[in-house]
């Protein structure tokens, strides 16, 4: 009867296990965090140190068969300190709305588990020729010829209704940073830290 019962028991854990990496899931959350930014200037005629920026937005999950596709939309703040032989130190701001569009795997299950993914990334940056809205109307219409590109790469842990997740963003794009007297082609890369909630 114990061989029974325990035989039954397993049985039902696997078959949870399974469902719960089967089944279509669709999942719509919020997220919020911050990022360690840095410029890469092939030149190496100034170098950057890292500082804090954030970034916040929206995220959706699509999952099925132990695979996710994960688009998100958030604004994100990049700062760099810049250190020139030319002059004083100054700080470098690259705010812009950011479109992700991630790939990746799922393990776990009873809402606890683990996440791995990457994908290309669509920046659309704000800036004196670009407002917030003309960003956000690039970003929604897909306008991938306004917007820099960068691949990015995490891993993420979900406990319900929460997720933590680490990731890196290696530029592609050349980008202008103009520091008063000289302008620069440098690539933004970054490792940012989000927490994100479900309310769908």
């Known amino acids: ?9 397993i049985a039902l854990a696997v ?23 840095s410029l890469s200037n092939s030149g190496s005629t ?16 699509f999952g099925a068969l132990g695979f996710n596709f994960q688009p ?19 700080n470098a701001k690259f705010t812009s709305i950011d479109v992700p569009l991630l790939l990746g795997g799922k393990i776990g299950a009873f809402g606890l588990g683990g996440r791995f993914y990457a994908g290309p990334l669509l920046s659309f ?24 590109f960068a691949i990015t790469a995490g891993a993420g842990i979900d406990i319900r209704k929460i997720s933590i997740d680490l990731r890196y963003e290696a530029g592609l ?19 940012n830290l989000s927490l994100g909630y479900a309310f769908l």
């Open 1 to 9: 009867m114990k061989k029974l019962i325990l035989t039954l028991g």
């Open 15 to 37: 078959t949870t296990i399974s469902n719960a990496q089967i089944l279509p899931k669709v999942q719509v959350g919020i997220k919020g965090g911050v990022n360690l930014s």
């Open 46 to 61: 100034f170098s950057s140190e890292n500082r804090a920026g954030y970034l916040g937005g929206l995220w959706a999950r």
């Open 72 to 90: 998100e939309l958030y604004i994100t703040s990049k700062n760099v300190d810049i250190n020139n032989s030319n002059g004083p130190a100054r």
């Open 125 to 148: 940056a704000i800036n004196k020729d670009n407002n917030f809205g003309s960003a956000v109307g690039n970003a929604a219409r897909f306008d991938y010829k306004s917007s820099n």
């Open 173 to 191: 794009t050349k980008q202008n940073y103009f520091d008063g007297s000289t302008n620069y082609k440098t690539r933004v890369s970054l490792f």
